[in-house]
């Protein structure tokens, strides 16, 4: 594919954005999608406008809309195709997709938008707090594949050292720790690397690392199922 194919496809795509035929909108996304995921376009093809098109999408009555929106978004992250100026109205628009309160498909791609963004340390020092409660929250959702996906938004700010102790309260660090209680196994692992990434990074103290008996619930753990990085830090406790 030429260059100019790719800008006349762009440009294209860019339109249907704002088509008023949903399957059309919807077809639109997933081509921008699918263009980003393999890298043949830039952040400067990508509009303003557009990206603010995409955000919209979160909010159409249309699930598919909603769903592609938000999956859009996420691979231009994951591309690295959103100029640093378009990152915080992203950002805003990924929270807002994680209350999405019928579909988990936009919940679960709006966490995984999050945790790329939070991957490349793209997110504004001013947004950390607002993108962790949103994250904190995903964590109580009924679906568990966004409890994961939370978690490892948390680890992701974490490890590129965007949290500090003060964005962490201690209502938070309680649902942390009571992810190691969760019925599902994927959360559970999840969640103690985050306590683990935060432990380590120094960004709770080892007070707090005590707290409810979490060294008992990482006791409990199945050897297998606990990251090792925990199982270090838990012999040092």
């Known amino acids: 594919?030429?260059?100019?194919?790719?800008?006349?496809?762009?440009?294209?795509?860019?339109?249907?954005?704002?088509?008023?035929?949903?399957?059309?909108?919807?077809?639109?996304?997933?081509?921008?999608?699918?263009?980003?995921?393999?890298?043949?376009?830039r952040a400067e093809d990508i509009p303003a406008e557009s990206l603010r098109i995409l955000i919209a999408g979160l909010s159409d009555e249309y699930v598919d809309v909603r769903r592609k929106s938000v999956e859009g978004l996420k691979a231009l992250g994951e591309g690295n195709l959103i100029r640093a100026e378009d990152i915080p109205a992203v950002v805003k628009g990924l929270i807002g997709g994680l209350s999405d309160q019928y579909y988990d498909d936009v919940r679960r791609n709006s966490a995984e938008g999050l945790k790329a963004l939070g991957e490349g340390n793209l997110i504004r020092a001013e947004d950390i707090p607002a993108v962790v409660k949103g994250l904190i929250g995903g964590l109580s959702d009924p679906d568990y594949y966004v409890r994961v996906r939370s978690a490892e938004g948390l680890t992701a700010l974490g490890e590129g050292k965007l949290i500090s102790g003060a964005d962490i309260p201690a209502e938070s660090l309680e649902r942390l720790i009571g992810g190691l209680s969760d019925k599902n196994s994927y959360v559970?692992?999840?969640?103690?690397?985050?306590?683990?990434?935060?432990?380590?990074?120094n960004l709770i103290v080892r007070e707090d690392m005590m707290l409810d008996g979490i060294q008992e619930r990482f006791a409990q753990f199945d050897e297998l199922e606990l990251p090792r990085e925990s199982q270090v830090l838990l012999a040092k406790a």
């Not at 006349?8 to 263009?35: F, H, P, Q, T, Y």
């Not at 559970?188 to 990074?201: D, I, N, Y």
């Open 1 to 41: 594919i030429s260059g100019e194919d790719i800008f006349v496809d762009v440009k294209a795509l860019i339109g249907g954005l704002s088509d008023e035929k949903s399957d059309v909108r919807r077809n639109s996304v997933e081509g921008l999608k699918e263009l980003g995921e393999v890298n043949l376009i």
């Open 188 to 201: 559970r692992r999840s969640s103690a690397k985050v306590l683990t990434t935060l432990g380590k990074g």
